[in-house]
């Protein structure tokens, strides 16, 4: 059996080499073409467990892979330059630049033609073509996030992480959001992300894992986790 192409395995850690761990012993992988989504209650390490695998926090224990590579030790802009591309929660975006500003400065790292790749995003999400002068700062909350997302996805990434991509967002923006995340991954590029919208999230991931106190306490695919009578009762409201 192949390995996952991304796995953070066994990680023990938290913010800061002498800060308490949050995260414990806790494992997250995905393949090639998935959907991976990581849910659980407040405080459960979600977003942590994602920004371990970016490289934001030391870990004192356990391994990240990404490809085959152990990256473990590499800092964050070597992993985006490997491959990931890190959508954060907040502070994503540069308010005061124009649309098409800001999906060029994702494209910092790369020496090729980025023309075509931008003619994706602004398919993925036509309203930023429409809206490619208009300052980022004035857009709506979802308009940003798409920004946001957009400009990860400049880099040519080989897989994409998005830490609370619905966030703040209406739920019909929320809706939408997931099936633009549902494209991507259909072109094969994985996807992971932390979400607090735990029901929808699941209802689109290939895997879904479910953390308690920074630990995998649920994994399983999407459909199941969502008939678990135990997730449904605890998590999901019932």
């Not at 075509?116 to 999400?125: H, K």
């Not at 633009?180 to 894992?209: C, F, H, W």
Request: one cysteine or more; charged letters at 20%; a negative charge.
């Amino acid at each position: 059996m192949s390995e996952p192409f991304l796995i953070g395995d066994c990680m023990t850690g938290g913010y800061g080499r002498d800060g308490p761990d949050i995260l414990r012993q806790c494992t997250i992988s995905i393949d090639s073409g998935e959907i991976a989504v990581i849910v659980g209650p407040n405080g459960a390490g979600k977003s942590t467990a994602l920004k371990a695998m970016v490289g934001m926090i030391d870990l004192h224990e356990g391994r990240v892979w990404l490809n085959g590579e152990d990256i473990t030790r590499l800092p964050p802009e070597e992993r985006v330059v490997r491959g990931m591309g890190f959508v954060p929660q907040t502070n994503n975006i540069f308010t005061s630049m124009t649309v098409e500003e800001n999906l060029e400065m994702g494209a910092y790292i790369r020496n090729d033609d980025i023309n075509s790749t931008m003619e994706q995003v602004y398919e993925l999400f036509p309203v930023l073509k429409q809206k490619r002068r208009q300052i980022a700062g004035q857009l709506s909350g979802g308009q940003r996030q798409q920004v946001a997302v957009g400009r990860a996805l400049m880099t040519d990434p080989k897989v994409l992480m998005l830490d609370e991509p619905t966030a703040g967002v209406s739920p019909i923006v929320v809706s939408e959001l997931f099936d633009r995340i549902t494209e991507i991954a259909q072109t094969g590029l994985p996807v992971l992300m932390a979400e607090q919208n735990a029901r929808e999230s699941l209802a689109i991931a290939d895997k879904g894992y479910v953390l308690v106190q920074g630990g995998n306490a649920h994994t399983g695919t999407g459909k199941l986790l969502l008939e678990d009578e135990e997730v449904r009762q605890s998590f999901l409201g019932g």
